[in-house]
């Protein structure tokens, strides 16, 4: 029984014995791998490129607002007033009708242009609004989002007709252009087999 103790002591002693110089061993590999995995990540980092920055709206001064834009939503330009078609007075001053109907130009095109954008947001908003009465699984006895919607739909085209009367006056008041020298050519016909 004796011998039996003295074996239960030892063979912890002799086993830890034996495994503690590995793992003192396996822990100094993993100290220099680390070490060096840290070294050659340092080294990468200073051979690395350098990010391009990127450049947002904070970094951009905003661009100085012409007279009055045209908006590309609407598909419609309006030319300018000024330039070859108004040659200047002989003294180098300009008309003063010219100047009026210049000005009066600028006026009608930011008309126009807030007229667009007004009429862009209306049409959103019915089409939100349709969306919601539509959704609406008991439309068909829902008067009110019907008169809702039928109220939209007239703002929608009182705003359509201002935009047309904007553009008619603005083409009024345009000096007239030559077009035949900005028309591109007609397409010639294929032949016939």
Not at 81 to 103: E, L, Y
Not at 106 to 122: F, G, I, P, T, V
Not at 174 to 192: F, G, V, W
Request: some cysteine; hydrophobic content about 35%; aromatic content about 2%.
């Amino acid at each position: 029984m004796l011998c039996c103790i003295r074996l239960r002591l030892a063979l912890p002693a002799v086993l830890s014995a034996l495994l503690l110089p590995a793992a003192t061993f396996a822990q100094s590999q993993d100290t220099q791998s680390v070490a060096e995995a840290a070294r050659r990540a340092r080294e990468q980092k200073k051979t690395a490129p350098k990010p391009a920055r990127v450049i947002t709206e904070d970094d951009v001064k905003p661009a100085v607002p012409d007279a009055a834009p045209a908006s590309p939503a609407s598909g419609f330009s309006v030319p300018s007033s000024g330039g070859a078609a108004n040659p200047p007075a002989v003294d180098g001053s300009k008309d003063p009708k010219d100047q009026k109907d210049s000005q009066e130009v600028a006026q009608l095109k930011e008309q126009l242009r807030q007229a667009q954008s007004d009429l862009d947001l209306m049409q959103r908003e019915l089409a939100l609004a349709q969306d919601t009465y539509f959704s609406n699984p008991d439309y068909v006895h829902d008067t009110a989002g019907k008169a809702k919607l039928d109220a939209q739909k007239q703002q929608i085209g009182d705003k359509q007709e201002e935009v047309a009367r904007l553009k008619a006056r603005i083409l009024e008041l345009q000096p007239p252009q030559d077009t035949t020298a900005t028309q591109p050519p007609a397409p010639a016909a294929p032949p016939k087999p």
